[in-house]
């Protein structure tokens, strides 16, 4: 056999192939079963002779696989090249829908609280006067329980004006510690302005355990306000009046818009108004049967639509109650 | 409450500046909501251009008639000329007059002018012009002769500072200046003065007649009486004082009574004691039936619980809360009767709540004023008049029942830190809680000053004094040491949030809608007193009415994609106290196309899993239209919203949706492989009885199932071979879904069954309706269930079951023989595809199969199994083209179909072109239908058939060949059993 020859005419064959199936071609024709090279191989008898046909296939069969690879390779970049998808058009839309703004506030209120370790309490609605009043020791003569300031259903019933009556349940099921928030609708008999609704949300918070003070009270609101606010607010603490605390106090934040500096927001006080709180009346805890001289505790409420309006500069409540999607798709 | 800041320094003396003032008392005492700047501004030498002038000349302006032409010696060398408007002084005069360039509290300049052609320089000036008072009426002429050219602000308040302070309703002493000024002397360690008014002299010995008969609503009535009173206007700084006070001047004694209130904070009154019939003053109970005529003018009807101050004959004033018409006090009043009592609180706030009727006076006494007090107010007040009237004082009376002690309460240094969460030193709580008046013993039993005795009755109150005295600013920012957590949320809490996220996800925003409702539109105008709730199964609760309402407003301001949901509570009536209240409540959603209701229902599947539904017709629903299950779903009845669909959901408030389980038990995915199903027992089902299930006849109308099902072969058709219509549906739905309420097609459904299997149409074999043809199984256990099983699923169908020659044999197969199954006695016979179909076609069965043990089955099985039972003259190979790999494809089927959108689904395969017998089902036209019901899949996980199912066709006929795959047994403990087993029939239509 002329091995030389054959290799010459094989290899340049394999050189020339241009595509995978001219290379296989090649391949059957010098490589496959039937080629010569194949032939001759079954034929010889000497050790020299194999051994050169032997190395010539090796050396036919590299060649293949290196002509192969580079084949695969110019296809592989030709294809890369060559295939191309536009990726600055649109995708599929998927329709989003949005929580309400309460909602939102609402969560990211409970999220603080479950991460200080708070259980979250849904109460009731519709209240006795004994939770909504009596056990929050309001005089008589509070004026929340008149029909001008609050809905009653009946005489004994009414719907809650404050989420507190919840605290009552809270206590009188359990012993202490509680550390637990309520959030809520709460109902008030006002005239609908830019800031009032007969209809509103709010968040109590109570704590009750031993050794609370008013530092904690004033560090758990910090700690909220600052969650909810940004981290550089400050707070500020004023004495205040409510029948259910004692001391009571009002929680300022530092206005989070002009830093103190005095805009339309705070009223050019550098401080906005938040809601109430203070440390539970003695009488309250009598009242769900905590000793209060071993308990102490603290409380506090927040409206979530205030929240709301104040952080994202909502002038008015009236829309948070509308449900125009142009405003629920803003947030 | 207002407190002019020049007032309140004469009661205490500090250092501090108003704003220092304002800033502590907001932190402390109560809100400073700010400072009011008023009168005349003191900046730039302002104050040094207003002069006290006196009038040397006045007469009328040459060119005018109503002008006064004058000269005024303000203390310079020559008088200057001013044009004036007032004609109320003439020469020798002493008058304010403002020099041009003063700048006057209305913030005008004032200029030299001419007026009417006479130069005006400088401009004497009234009370309203100074905003001392309210008198415009003419200008304001000082009393006493000052000299000329003195500064005006020596004599008069010309500007004024005035802190606007809302005071918490626990501290009625603090509705007086007197009363601020002790806060700001404790809180600054400033000088407090005495407090003000000390009784000139003795009275006379005329003592008024006062008869105390009510002495719970009126605890003390101090009663004096001045005669040769002379009723005029009042001093310029006492009208100014009461004007920055925020009320109006109206004489001397009427002055003074507002004065000594604002002063005090106890609400005096003075009667014309000329008018007083029979000259007594009674303090009881209205009697039924009375009445008389207010201050204001109104007649006032009273009832037996208002108090009232009487004389001799009838009511002449509502105690506290305002005077009578008949016995006020005007001009030409020479006597008068000053009362300065105490009245207890809450009948002076109910008195004032029944007639709608509040005043400066009903405002301190429904807080609770301090007993003590009375004398002191008519201390300062007796002063006054004396001094302002030049009255004397004839008589005087303190009636009084027993008037409490004042409270005496202990302190412990250390319960106040432990509830501040600060060290305050003893000696700093000592001090804190005797500047403010209490008295403080050794052993810190602490009395407590009358004027606190409403508000400070326990040691906590102590601590809240202590505390803001101390300073709130000081106390620090901690967190409490926690023995307890409790962060986590309940589950119906972790639901809620699931549902809002889910329904959110699917498009829905959410709506917060209003839980109160109005009884009817007339109640509503005429303000209910009480609130209606929107209780379920009311006439106002529609469910959904308030989101529909939300949705038409977006409709109305043009939005679109309108998707809502709300979750709010419901309140039913429960029979007790208080309704029972129920959450979460979610409402539907208006929408815009027609299908979406469903999305709600798809949306909440998630989170419950799996919600089939039942046809429901509630209130709010489109009658054919509507769903239920865990709630109510469909179409809202058509009246409510037109055109626009209205697709609603409302989840029932009690079960539904379900919350999530507490754990989530893994279940198994690698043991067995995704398998493309439909419902046996139904097919089996329809065979057997020849006519479809009688759940078909259920339930009338479309329901939404039935609209996903109808569209199949529809698909199919488009895409599909060319078979009979009916023959290609049957395989491809479960029967008894087709052509529900379609009883033609019903009809032709269910013939083709019955051909298919009783053999109406060609039959393949003479003996047997169906062949299973059921390998040699490995494990020879098995058989006998195997056999029982298949018989379960196909009755009235014979079983051969073939030896394949392989080793495993099944003898305790071969006992089966006569129980309706066959075993090959011809083993050999039976070897390889061919043989076994030959051996079938020689027993004249219509089918042979060969089913592995692993589910899986040969592509070239089908292909063989057509060929061998191929007419003359087809070409073998091309009359089939299906696969059994169906079961591995219907995989893809199936994510693909779970794609497109039908969710997990029975997926039927067929094949579209030529086999390659590689990947038969890679062009396969796709069908699912729908998922079986939860339940019956969970039955036939149990039963252990799923089936699928590959058509073929050939040119002259078609038919489906079904794979039938039986249940894997587990592999219990120690016994290893049969994994799968499968057979293969083949339906002709």
Known sequence: VDVQGLENEAQSAIASASTVAELDDARVRYLGRKSALKQALREVRDPESGRDLNTLRERLEQAVAEREQMLSSEDLERRL???????????????????????????????????????????????????????????????????LQSLFLNENIVLRTETSPSQIHVMEEGEPPVYMISIGRVYRRETPDATHSPIFHQVEGLAVDRGITMADLKGTLLHLMRALFGSEREMRFRTHYFPFTEPSLEPDVSCFLCSGQGCAVCRWSGWIELGGSGMVDPNVLEFVGYDPEEWTGFAFGIGLERIAMLRHGLPEIGPLWQNDLRLLRQF | MKVPVSWLREYVEVSATTQQIADRLAIATGEVERIVRRGVADENGNYGLFKVGRVIEAGKHPNADRLQLCRVDVGEAEPRQIVCGAWNFGPGATVAVALPGAVLPDGNMLEQAKLRGEVSDGMILSESELELGSDHSGILVLSDPIEPGTPL?????????????????????????????????????????????????????????????????????????????????????????????????????????????????????????????????????????????????????????????????????????????????????????????????????????????????????EKGVDPHLAPQAAALATELILELTGAQWAGHVDAKGELPDPPVVSLRTGRVNRVVGLEIPPDDQRGALERLGFDVSSDWKSTVPTW??????????????????????????????????FGTLAPDQRLRRLVEDVLVGAGFSEAYTLSLAASDSDEKRSAPRSAHLRARGSPHDAPGRPLVAAARHNVNMGNEAIRLFEIARVYLPSGEELPEERRPRSRGSPRAASRRPWRCRDALRRPQGGAGLRAHDGAFLHPGKGGARSGRLGRRAPPEHSRRGVGGLRARPRDAPRAPPERIVYE??????????????????????????????????????????????????????????????????????????????????????????????????????????????????????????????????????????????????????????????????????????????????????????????????????????????????????????????????????????????????????????????????????????????????????????????????????????????????????????????????
Request: aromatic share 4%.
């Open chain 2, 153 to 365: 602000a020596d004599v008069l308040p010309l500007g004024e500072e005035v802190l606007e302070i809302e005071m918490t309703r626990n501290r009625p002493d603090c509705l007086s200046v007197y009363g601020i000024a002790r806060e700001v002397a404790a809180l600054f360690s400033g000088e407090l003065a005495a407090p003000p008014g000390r009784d000139p002299g003795e009275p006379g010995s005329e003592p008024p007649d006062v008869t105390i008969e009510d002495y719970e609503g009126c605890p003390r009535y101090v009663g004096r009486l001045f005669t040769n009173v002379a009723i005029a206007p009042s001093p310029p700084w006492l009208k100014a004082r009461i004007t920055a006070a925020g009320m109006r001047p109206i004489s001397n004694v009427v002055d003074v009574t507002n004065y000594v209130m604002l002063a005090t904070g106890n609400p005096l009154h003075a009667f014309d004691f000329d008018t007083l019939r029979g000259g007594k003053i009674v303090v009881r109970r209205a009697h039924k039936g009375e009445e008389f005529t207010t201050l204001d003018g109104n007649l006032r009807k009273l009832v037996p619980e208002d108090l009232v101050i009487a004389d001799a004959e009838g009511a002449i004033a509502f105690a506290g809360i305002m005077g009578g018409e008949d016995t006020e006090v005007r001009e030409g009043t020479t006597s008068i009767l000053l009362e300065a009592a105490n009245f207890e609180p809450i009948g002076i706030l109910r008195s004032s709540e029944r007639h709608a009727l509040r005043t400066e006076g009903s405002n301190r006494w």
């Open chain 2, 452 to 485: 606190r005795a409403v508000d400070v009755t326990r040691e906590i109150d102590l601590v809240e004094e202590v505390a803001r005295v101390h300073g709130l600013e000081k106390i620090p920012f901690t967190l409490p040491t926690r023995s307890a957590m």
């Open chain 1, 81 to 147: 090249s060559e295939e191309q998808v536009d990726v600055t058009l649109p995708g599929q839309a998927t329709p989003r829908g949005h929580l309400h703004l309460v909602t939102q506030v609402r969560r990211e209120v409970e999220d603080v609280f479950l991460g200080l370790g708070y259980r979250v309490v849904d109460g009731r609605e519709v209240e006795t006067t004994h939770y909504n009043f009596d056990a929050l020791n309001l005089p008589t003569t509070h004026p929340a329980r008149s029909q």
């Open chain 2, 668 to 989: 198994d995915v690698i043991t067995f492989p995704a398998l493309a199903r439909t419902s046996p027992s139904s097919w089996t089902r329809a065979r057997r009885q020849g006519t479809s299930s009688a759940a078909t006849a259920r339930r009338p109308g479309r329901t939404p199932r039935h609209a996903r099902l109808r569209r199949l072969p529809r698909r199919g058709h488009s895409r599909g071979p060319k078979v009979d219509r009916v023959s290609r549906r049957v395989p491809l739905a479960r029967p008894h879904a087709l052509g529900r309420g379609r009883p033609e097609l019903r009809e032709k459904i269910v013939a083709a069954l019955g051909s298919a299997v009783r053999g109406g149409a060609p039959r393949m074999s003479p003996q047997a309706d169906t062949v299973v043809f059921s390998p040699a199984l490995n494990e020879e256990e098995s058989s006998p269930g195997v056999l029982d099983e298949l018989r379960g699923e196909l009755p009235g169908v014979d079983v051969l079951v073939v030896d394949d020659g392989s080793r495993d044999r099944t003898p305790s197969s071969r006992g089966e023989r006569g129980r309706g199954a066959e075993l090959s006695g011809e083993p050999r016979a039976c070897r390889g595809r061919r043989g076994r179909y030959e051996y079938a076609a020689r027993k004249h069965y219509a089918y042979c199969g060969r089913v592995d043990a692993d589910g899986q089955h040969p592509p070239q099985e089908l292909t063989a199994c057509s060929s061998a039972f191929a007419p003359e003259g087809v070409r073998r190979g091309r009359s089939v083209r299906a696969s059994s790999r169906a079961t591995a494809t219907s995989r893809t089927a199936t994510s693909r179909a779970r794609r497109a959108g039908w969710g997990p689904a029975c997926c039927g395969a067929r094949s579209g072109s030529s086999s390659d017998g590689r990947s038969p089902m890679r062009r396969a036209g796709m069908y699912a239908a729908a998922r079986p019901p939860s339940r019956s899949r969970a039955a036939l996980h149990d039963r252990g058939a799923p089936r699928s199912r590959a058509s073929c066709d050939s040119p002259t006929r078609a038919f489906v060949v079904e794979e039938v795959r039986f249940n894997m047994r587990e592999r219990a403990a120690g016994e290893s059993r049969i994994s799968g087993k499968k057979a293969v029939s083949l339906v002709s239509p």
